[in-house]
């Protein structure tokens, strides 16, 4: 079986690799760290925790975030 590594793939995690099964012509993703292969797309790591809404003055509105459990959080200008 010939490997050849494909074209750069920005969407992979690091240290993931996209790697072309010659003979066959199908891509698949290799891990050099662990030496996992996967005909999958790894899933990149989860995205960092939101942060916090801060309020600003914007011309002398100031938006709010309240919250209610009874219905969606809604954006209200003071």
Request: glycine share 2%; proline share 17%; no cysteine.
């Amino acid at each position: 079986m010939d490997l050849w590594f494909a074209s750069i793939d920005p969407t992979l995690p690091a240290p993931w690799r996209s790697v072309m099964d010659e003979s066959s012509g199908l891509v698949f993703y290799w891990n050099p760290e662990t030496n996992v292969s996967q005909y999958e797309h790894p899933n990149p790591a989860p995205p960092p925790p939101l942060l916090p809404l801060i309020t600003t003055s914007f011309h002398g509105i100031r938006p709010r975030l309240y919250l209610s459990t009874a219905r969606l959080p809604s954006l209200v200008y003071a």
